[in-house]
């Protein structure tokens, strides 16, 4: 066996494991569902015109409700398909690659490098595997950034209000040259963005996004 057959047969390996979790996760959910309600396994099949079978299969974990079949269970038990599925987390790279880019609305303006991933991760929040971590190393991040980019901005204007208090004059040679503050701006966008890009590829890799520097305004 081949290194790379190796790798192929331990991937499979690890996403069989996590499909027969998530299929033990939802049958405990509709057997619990079926329990609150008083009902038996054959009255639930009869009800929702499923199969005695079926009914058996999906609480023992060897398959996982679908379409016709969820909705009718779901509308049997009085719950919304919703309330079975979302139970359990399900594995969503790409929504977490989009998520993490969607930081990149920075360059537009500050604030919305924190607004748009947060409005994302409202829709899915815990929906996801790994959203919850992801979701506090862009807003700690993206806070911490936008609060050094303001106060760099903050301080360019303040040295050049106190060389004119100095100066006692008012004089365009007094104001900072604008390169250094192209400069500067550039060097912070330039970082942040850079931070995206390589933890797009993280996530991509099935490795966590880290973020650096970042003051822990969400510890949870």
Known sequence: MTQSDYR??????QHLNKYKMRNIELSEKVKE?????GMSQELLAEESGLSLRTIQRIESGQSEPRGDTLKRIASTLQVTPDDIIDWTQMEDKSFLSALNMSSLAFILFPLLGIMIPLIMWIFKKDKIVGLRNLIREIINFQITWSIITIL???????VTYYRFLKAGDISMSLIINPAIKYITFCILYFYNLIFIIINTIRIKEDKEARYYPKLLFIKQ
């Open 8 to 13: 192929l047969r331990i991937t499979f390996t």
């Open 152 to 158: 760099t901005y903050i301080m360019f204007i303040g």
């Open 33 to 37: 569902l079926r329990v609150k309600k």
